[in-house]
């Protein structure tokens, strides 16, 4: 009897390797346990600043492989973030796959913590889109290698008030560069997505005397919030043409992309999301080539990452925050170096932020 090899290279996509965002990782784990349903994907793009740290999200993705995709692309960005903000940390991420709303249970945190437990501090885990900081409480329940944690046990706490300050930093920046003054007093600027970041976001511009519109899925939410800042709500997805001044993506990334970006008005973007810029050589050159000033999503976000990186460093939540008001600055440094070499500003930020992983491979290798 004779055993058949099916053939399913016609059923496979690109294969890992040769995916876009795969960009040299140097580890990808597939998490899997059958008794708590958890399908998970660790990514770790860089480790030579130092471990890699960033945070686990949980999606319900409409594929594993645009599960794997996002993980990519996330861990990715995590190395560029704490390279430019000056972390010893390297750039990792995870994803688990299913509802957080309806799959998310205590043994499926716990089952996710053993898997990054096995890694050996390689990977330190941290709250990310469907987490909370009860669940890195519960990951801290099987390993030290996890942070976000709740103040009573020890932590920082959720990380989301510091992000979004570091995105408000970011947009003052922006708004000095574009428009000569960092004062948003009057300025439309319009938040996509009003999770955790982007309330926080909301309230820090509306209290400067911005005019603020609101855009996300959940409609509940956002009668809520309008009401609480009196700001002005758009629904659905058709939001890129509106006459503002500002527009801030604070839910998933990918939004600047062939379909949107000759539809933008606006003259800054300054948010949250992760990997803003579907195409970052493309749509990067496209938004200096349309003279709209926009600040680098993986420098300005930094704030969380800052902000769990104090359990590691030791350093209380005033340092945090000091920290995370110097992106200003960098922003700053970001724009002026763009203009100064006619590049785009992501090209600017990622040039310096890999200009300090070379450097310091350079010096390993010595």
């Known amino acids: 009897m004779t055993s058949e090899i099916l053939d399913t ?32 994907i660790i990514g770790i793009h860089n480790t030579v600043l130092g471990p890699a740290l960033g945070g686990t999200r949980m999606w319900s993705y409409k594929s594993e492989w645009d599960a794997l995709n996002d993980v990519l692309r996330l861990s990715r960005g995590m190395t560029y973030k704490s390279a430019i903000t000056g972390l010893n940390l390297g750039g ?24 990054v437990n096995s890694l050996s501090g390689k990977y330190i885990t ?31 706490g959720n990380p989301s008030p510091v992000t979004a300050y570091g ?18 007093e009057g300025k439309k600027v319009l938040v996509q997505g009003v999770g955790h970041v982007g309330e926080t976001l909301v309230k820090y511009i509306t209290e400067e005397g911005a005019q603020v519109i609101i855009n996300d899925i959940n409609e509940v939410r956002l009668q809520e919030l309008s009401k609480k800042y009196n700001a002005n709500v758009v629904l659905g997805d058709d939001i890129y043409g509106l006459d503002i001044d500002i527009y801030a993506p604070c839910a998933l990334g990918a939004t600047v992309n062939d379909n949107t970006i000759n539809r933008l008005n606006a003259k800054v973007i300054a948010g949250a999301a992760n990997n803003q810029l579907a195409d970052e050589v493309k749509h990067g050159k496209l938004l200096q080539e349309r003279g709209i000033a926009y600040a680098p999503d993986f420098l300005i ?66």
């Open 9 to 40: 290279s016609e059923l496979k996509q690109d294969p890992v390797f040769g995916q876009l965002s795969f960009d040299a990782h140097e580890q990808i784990v597939f998490c899997n346990d059958e008794d708590t349903g958890l399908k998970a």
């Open 126 to 156: 941290a709250e990310d889109v469907g987490m909370e900081t009860r669940d890195m409480d519960i990951i801290r329940e099987v390993t030290p290698h996890v942070t976000g944690i709740s103040e009573a046990n020890g932590g920082s």
């Open 301 to 366: 976000n930094a704030g969380g990452i800052i902000n769990v990186y104090a359990e590691i460093e030791g350093y209380d939540k005033e340092e945090s925050m000091r920290k995370t008001e110097n992106i200003y600055n960098t922003t700053l440094e970001i724009f002026d170096l763009s203009e100064k070499e006619g590049i785009s500003t992501h090209r600017a930020a990622f040039n310096i932020a890999q200009n300090r992983i070379d450097k310091r491979k350079k010096e390993q290798a010595n």
């Open 167 to 184: 995105v408000y930093m970011g947009m003052k920046a922006a708004s000095k560069f574009k428009f000569g003054t960092d004062n948003l």
């Open 92 to 115: 990792g991420k995870a994803v688990i796959i299913g509802n957080a709303k309806t799959q998310k249970n205590d043994a499926l945190m716990r089952k996710f913590g053993e898997f």
